[in-house]
């Protein structure tokens, strides 16, 4: 069982950045696979980005490549950050952190066993 929690959602304007956090509570977090999604109203969860449990291997939704980044560290926080630069309106959303136990890098909400609750990121002038 994996508990995860996320932090650093915000208000930002156009062009701006956040840095979001995800905090895994859970002994075999350093060999599941990381992703981050979100969702806005009337829409269906999209993926964004995801990391395998090395972190030697990344994939980004194409919206969002060059402008966010995913990183992680396995030995001393047990965290998944998500860097997100030149912010667009489009980008605002609930931001949910998810953790795959066998460590496959997907892009489907359905290959990830654990979610967080979400933080609110708005991109607003």
């Known amino acids: 069982q994996v508990q995860l929690v996320e932090s650093g959602g915000g208000l930002v304007q156009p062009g701006g950045s956040l840095r979001l956090s995800c905090i895994a509570n859970g002994r075999r977090f350093s060999r599941y696979a990381m992703g981050w999604f979100r969702q806005t109203p009337g829409k269906e969860r999209e993926f964004v980005a995801a990391?395998?449990?090395?972190?030697?291997?990344?994939?980004y939704a194409d919206s969002v490549k060059g402008r966010f980044t995913i990183s992680r560290d396995n030995a001393a926080e047990n965290t998944v950050h998500l860097q997100m630069t030149t912010l667009k309106f489009e980008d605002t959303g609930i931001y949910y952190c998810?953790?795959?136990?066998?460590?496959?890098?997907?892009?489907?909400?359905?290959?990830?066993?654990?979610w967080g609750q979400g933080t609110q990121g708005t991109v607003s002038s």
């Open positions: 998810a953790a795959d136990p066998w460590s496959r890098v997907a892009p489907g909400t359905q290959e990830y066993a654990y």
């Open positions: 990391i395998s449990w090395s972190g030697g291997s990344t994939h």
